[in-house]
């Protein structure tokens, strides 16, 4: 039994993802990692924002975003079949490093930071070029 890793941010497409993931895993007997990474503004970008509350903590709000959307996808039960990993980190980045040994990286083909007009985003072509395992980008 292997792992299949899916990129989820929240996003329509993301969620479309997810599901999809989790089909394929029903097929092959393979376990499912949704994964959610975050990382903190460009330095350039946080002089621009207003102060965080002291007690904002993205890694919880990135966790409420995961949950909410393999609750979105998977409705209670089926999210509590899928191993739920949220780190620090570059999206493209973190999901390259977390397909060394997968079976599998599911993407959406654009997640919130992608413009409309493109095929694919800046993180799903990352991955499809750099990832250590097949590829699958679920478009609309």
Partial sequence: MGRIVVGVDG???SVKAL?????????????????????YPATSWASMMPGLPEDFDPQAVATVALNEALEEA????GAARVEKVVVIGNA???L?????GAELLVVGARGYSGFRATLLGSVSLHVTQ????PVTVVHE
């Fill in 19 to 39: 599901r999809w993931a989790v089909r394929q895993a029903e097929l092959t007997g393979d376990t499912v990692e949704a994964v959610n990474s975050w990382e």
């Fill in 92 to 94: 493209a980045l973190t």
């Fill in 74 to 77: 998977l409705g209670a039960e």
């Fill in 11 to 13: 996003s329509d497409q």
């Fill in 96 to 100: 390259v490093e977390r397909s060394k």
């Fill in 130 to 133: 750099h990832a250590t395992c």
